[in-house]
């Protein structure tokens, strides 16, 4: 009999502490991902439980929620109100980073050149051709440009990088709006598709006098050569932290229902005119309430202790009066 | 003498011999024998047809809104207002990266299999023989990659410029090798299969040349004839089935290979008339959009794969019917 006691209560032991381990889950965005390993490692240090993302990208993310397959889920192109409610879902702004256009011209470092949206829309609709198009040069007098054919690169999969960049074009050129739209997989009239951030940077990073865009982190990590562009104020930028923070500080959360709120082309002399955010989607009454509590610990001390990790990374955190309000949305609507 | 008494003493030992036991014992086995075989031969029947049941389920959605037109719809718009998707460009891309890739590699894959059986010296013939089942063991994605890395950047800057240079203003070929030159393109797709399907060619041909009879190639070498017509006449015409169906085999590579494709096509749905332009093909297509789509555009999705299998089935079929014919001919 003793040997049985002994066999059950191993067993009890073993299933309460594989309980207690058991991982927080989540997929989605790839834009979030390098930040959120990061809190994942530390969060794992300080209590023990890890944290299990799948970057798989936003619409994939938001169909795993949507099946419950998940605890969270993470999307750069926030839900409409509407469709948080049919699903019963809550959303709120985890992170902003910002997507900047990568290049790779002989000779041309980074920093050197400068775009501007209307631009940027007709390299990408296939217009601008040539790297010595009169519409560059005029706006760079004094770079050297080759008169080679731009090789433009876009994302091949669905994605919410996508989504903020072509959402940022339909608000600059006219001409784009009428022809491709916004969305997370558009019509590309021009370039080859590579898939992921990655795959894009790869692609640039292989191809002369290629035109891509990514995600600053990845830009930076993969030491590719970033452009300035003219923002909405009509002044010349480079992609640096405080114009990420002067484009991220005009966001009123506050009073955007469901946080629904999309950061491109920001008024203000410094502001940086692509900045995106990832969103966090979870059930308000899931079913397994245990889980989603460890889940919202999880981002309660990314938030607290996150902020620098993040700008390690070149993100820019959510400003304290916002989390202070988001922390206020969990308690009235997700059930514990 | 001892051990004859043994094996009788045994067999009396084991009682009077009972026939009708031992037939049915015998019964049993059979009937299970081809149970067993007979069931292993369904499942094969059972995987196809629900593989296409649930392609054709899956598919359904989108047969409903396009219809037939589908197969001619060029655009390939996922998040418009209603979606408008269409099979044109990833079928152009499709067949035509298959059709250059079998214009590189049957040559060259029969010349590598008649080099080795009839002229190559005894020393080169093992080391030529594993280059080639090693290029067959290759993962796809390591060519996909090597294509990417390597392969794409030489061709933009040596080989496509030289033919885009050669071919500018002549009609028709103008169009087919027009610029600029792609690190990702149609034709380092095709070529990048080429090179993959080679070793299939070469395998299977090798091995159908090795049976040909000694003693007709000897008398074809008798009459005084050269290598290239006992080739000719004698070797191909008799193994002309086996050949064939390594080709196929490798046709049907060439048209679901995904990984090294995806890597190297371009992804882009644009149908242009020159091989060194961006393209897509059906798997590629599928591989890159799938985890991210969803209702009609995963349908659609769903509905290219479907005739991915039927493009396949079509081609095995009309290889099959090209043989049945080949062999009435011979027969007359």
Known sequence: MNFVKAIVAAGLVAASTSAYAADITGA???????????WADSYKKDSGSGVNYQSIGSGAGIKQVQAKTVTFGATDMPLKVEQLEKDGLAQWPMIMGAIVPVVNIEGVKAGDLVLDGPTLGEIYLGKI??????????????????????????????????FNFTNYLSKVSPDWKSKVGEGTAVEWPAGVGAKGNEGVSANVGQTQNSIGYVEYAYAKQNKLTYTGLVNKAGKAIQPTNDAFQAAASNADWSHAPGYYLILTDQPGDKSWPIVASTFILMHKDATDKAASQEALKFFKFSFEKGDKMAEELDYIPMPDAVVKQIEKTWSSEIKS | MAVETDVNDMLEAAGPYDRAKALSAFRLGDATFYWITRLSAISVLLILGGIIISLIVGAWPAMKQYGFAFLWTQRWAPEADPPVLGALGPMYGTLVTSFIA??????????????????????????????????????SIIYGMWGFFVLGPFLAYTFQPIMIRIFDGVPVLGAIFAGP???????????????????????????????????????????????????RNVVIPYTRVGVIGGVMLALGRALGETMAVTFIIGNSFRISSSIFAPGTTISAAIASEFAESDGLHQSSLILLGLLLFVLTFFVLAAARLMLLRLEKKAGK
């Not at chain 1, 770079?143 to 669905?158: E, Q």
């Not at chain 2, 590189?104 to 590598?112: E, K, M, N």
């Open chain 2, 181 to 231: 030159p792609s690190y990702l393109s149609l034709f380092n797709a095709a070529l990048i299969l080429a090179i993959m399907v080679l070793p299939f060619i070469t395998a299977i041909s090798v091995d159908v040349f090795k049976t040909v009879p000694p003693v007709l190639k000897e008398a074809a070498y008798g009459v005084g004839c050269t290598t290239w017509e006992v080739v």
């Open chain 1, 129 to 162: 051709t040539k790297w010595d198009d009169p519409a560059i040069k005029k706006l760079n007098p004094n770079a050297k440009l080759p008169s080679a054919a731009i090789s433009v690169v876009h994302r091949a999969d669905g994605s919410g990088t996508t």
């Open chain 2, 102 to 139: 079998m214009l590189i590699a049957i040559p060259v894959g029969l010349g590598i299999a008649i080099f080795l059986t009839e002229l190559c010296p005894q020393w080169l013939r093992r080391p030529i023989g594993i280059a080639v089942e090693l290029l067959a063991g290759i993962p």
């Open chain 1, 28 to 38: 989605g965005s790839t834009f979030i991902y390098p930040v959120l390993s990061k």
